[in-house]
């Protein structure tokens, strides 16, 4: 095989395994984008506020399935093989997807709407529990010697994509329909377009093949109980990863699925200029994140973990008191931004450097149970957390204080994990 043909291949097989993140992430952030419509679709509370939080706590209920998705579903990857697994994780995506989407609203079926939307988010965080893990660990098996990060990366790439569609189809939504009727029925519209991609992406994945490094491994783990012992007896690691994870995923939804509701509701400002600023904000963590991944190829990656959790924690409330001060399209976008900078460049370093501390034999587990912890204590809460800070508060920068704690366990992370990332990078880049 040429170099231009085998750089083909790799690309298409990047596309193929990133496809499914992205569906992924494109459901979680329509439900995100659209929490006030939903809430007052399905939790018709009388109080705006409640039916909000109600809303933003479905939203987060979704992550608290994915450290069990992480267990079971990374067990049979880890068993069974990384394509297996992505096909699997596809089909609850799509279920859940689709669950969300045709429901009828509380006022038709009463009870049993808000009911089977919990349900649908509850299959969407079985699925998701496990997808990041195995699309990170695919594409870092697959990669070329001291590339990893660069392709790693792209993982995280295929979810800013997401962001940058859902927020065009967004502003093309408020553009055609007024509000009263994206409340009735709009928000609807990317749920079905959702499930339209489906069949697609199932086209693209199912041709993917095996990664040399699991069908080389002369022992495949015999049982979701063997791996969940294995993965107990490395639980140092997999908490250090939880708080690595931690500084991403707070920092990622905030700045892409809470956006628009703080834009709106807390800021004031209108529905179409805080989706702006998302699509703007995806657009610059699809810039940050493979720039910064291949970055960390070359200095390491323990480097650009410590100086951006540092940078985090010393400016992201001090940003927001900025923008709440004089609140505007412009500043929006500016603090936005500088946070997406911040989250990308950590990020592009922390998923790649996830895979490769993660023991061989557990590494899809491993790594799939640290992010899911992460996600389902911190990170999937972080609009509801938002938003009840500052109703309590009567301080709409207190989210920054959030960003800033989330932060400060990245650091930690990093100082603990001493020499062994560096240890871990260069063992890598050897194979």
């Not at 940058?164 to 502003?171: D, F, Y």
């Not at 495949?220 to 107990?232: G, L, N, Q, Y």
């Not at 023991?359 to 911190?378: D, I, K, N, Q, W």
Request: a neutral charge.
């Amino acid at each position: 095989m040429t170099s231009s043909s085998a750089r083909a291949s790799k690309f298409s097989t990047v596309v193929r395994v990133s496809s499914g993140n992205f569906l992924e992430m494109y459901d979680f952030f329509v439900f995100g984008y659209y929490a006030k419509a939903i809430g007052e679709t399905f939790f018709p509370t009388g109080n705006e506020f409640v039916s909000l939080m109600l809303s933003l706590m479905t939203f987060g209920a979704g992550f608290l399935m994915r450290p069990l998705g992480a267990i079971i579903l990374g067990a049979y990857i880890d068993q069974h093989g990384r394509r297996a697994g992505l096909l699997l994780t596809l089909v609850l995506m799509a279920a859940g997807v689709l669950l969300i989407a045709v429901v009828p609203g509380y006022q038709t079926i009463g009870w049993l709407a808000p009911l089977l939307v919990v349900i649908g988010r509850l299959v969407q965080g079985f699925s998701a529990g496990v997808e990041l893990g195995g699309v990170s660990v695919y594409l870092s098996e697959m990669a070329t010697p001291g590339h990893k990060g660069f392709y790693v990366s792209w993982q995280s790439g295929s979810q800013q994509i997401a962001v940058m569609v859902v927020a065009l189809l967004g502003v093309a939504i408020s553009l055609y329909l007024p509000p009263a009727e994206i409340t009735a029925w709009g928000w609807r519209i990317p749920f079905l377009i959702g499930c339209l991609i489906v069949p697609f992406i199932f086209l693209l994945r199912r041709h993917l093949v095996e990664t040399e490094a699991f069908i080389n491994r002369k022992h495949h783990h015999a049982s979701p109980m063997e791996i969940f012992h294995s993965v107990a007896t490395h639980w140092g690691i997999v908490l250090i990863g939880m708080l690595m994870v931690t500084m991403t995923t707070v920092s990622f939804y905030f700045i892409t699925a809470y956006t628009p509701t703080f834009g709106t509701t807390e800021l004031h400002l209108s529905s179409t200029s805080s989706l702006l600023v998302t699509l703007c904000v995806g657009l610059s963590n699809l810039i940050w994140l493979p720039l910064m991944g291949a970055l960390s190829d070359r200095v390491g990656r323990r480097p650009l973990l410590i100086v951006f959790t540092l940078l985090t924690l010393l400016t992201a409330y001090p940003a927001l008191l900025w923008l709440v001060d004089a609140p505007s399209f412009t500043r929006l976008l500016l603090v936005e931004l500088w946070l997406s900078f911040l989250y990308g460049s950590y990020n592009g370093a922390m998923v790649v450097c996830l895979t490769e501390v993660m023991p061989e034999s557990v590494r899809t587990s491993g790594f799939a149970l640290a992010y899911s912890l992460a996600a389902a204590l911190f990170g999937g809460f972080t609009p509801a957390i938002s938003t009840w800070l500052i109703h309590i508060s009567d301080n709409r920068a207190i989210p920054g204080l959030w960003l800033s704690a989330a932060a400060l366990c990245g650091l930690i992370a990093a100082l603990l994990l001493g020499n062994r990332a560096a240890a871990a990078q260069h063992a890598h880049a050897a194979e």
